[in-house]
């Protein structure tokens, strides 16, 4: 398959938000002392975690607006150990937002990856990240460069699987469908999504085990994979 256009999956597909996201709580923990309510920062952090997905599924539905994701999200760890104090979370949450974009981390090999890529294709990141944070993210690691537009799912209200989002990536660049790949970690988001409009995918297996219930058009587990198929 001759493709002419890569869309990129942002978050640990190229930028390492895992790494970065925990550095940033880390931080934040020791800042506001969250050390006189839970046991460990990792007892602090599964908390978030547990909740953050469910949140996040349910802003996915159309269930929660942004800001209600984000209130709640920062507030429930401090609710589950009886200190829900909004006015702390708020600032831990103002302080978040500020902090977690200037972290640079990469995953394993994307800087190279991109630079052999860039100049032979047209590469574009779609993300369900916010506006605000995604082109930051790009410009701290120093890949925003590469890409020739950045298309958000808080472009139009929309986040991935669903088909829109992936029809208005392909309008905003004028790409043809059977030209494109699609390229992420999440594979309800981004292989099953891309799949649901006949678009080709690269599943980015971070974990090298995860069990598939299809078989996508391209399965790696290394970047650099990437270049053998491209």
């Not at 930028?15 to 309510?37: H, P, S, V």
């Not at 046991?39 to 599924?57: G, K, M, V």
């Not at 989002?165 to 469908?177: C, E, K, V, W």
């Not at 891309?194 to 058009?217: E, I, R, W």
Request: charged content about 25%; some cysteine.
């Amino acid at each position: 398959m001759a493709y002419k256009n890569l869309f990129f999956d942002l978050d640990d597909t190229l930028w390492a938000f895992t790494q970065n996201a925990r550095d940033t709580f880390e931080e934040l923990y020791d800042k506001y002392r969250y050390d006189r309510f839970f046991h460990s920062f990792q007892h602090y952090y599964t908390l978030y975690q547990q909740h953050n997905l469910e949140l996040w599924a349910a802003y996915g539905r159309g269930q929660l607006t942004k800001d209600e994701l984000n209130r709640q999200r920062f507030l429930y760890p401090l609710e589950a150990v009886g200190a829900g104090d909004a006015e702390l979370a708020k600032a831990f949450t103002d302080d978040f937002f500020i902090l977690i974009p200037t972290k640079s981390g990469l995953m394993p090999h994307a800087r190279e990856v991109l630079e052999y890529l860039h100049p032979r294709y047209n590469l574009y990141i779609l993300s369900n990240g916010f506006q605000e944070l995604q082109c930051r993210k790009m410009r701290s690691a120093g890949i925003d460069r590469y890409f020739k537009k950045v298309v958000l799912s808080d472009d139009i209200g929309v986040l991935k699987p669903r088909a829109a989002i992936f029809h208005f990536a392909l309008s905003a660049t004028q790409s043809q469908l059977g030209e494109s790949l699609m390229i992420g970690d999440s594979w309800e988001n981004d292989v099953a999504g891309a799949a649901g409009v006949g678009m080709h995918q690269v599943f980015y297996d971070v974990s090298g085990n995860s069990p598939l219930p299809f078989k996508p058009t391209y399965r790696i587990t290394d970047l650099k994979d990437l270049l053998g198929i491209l």
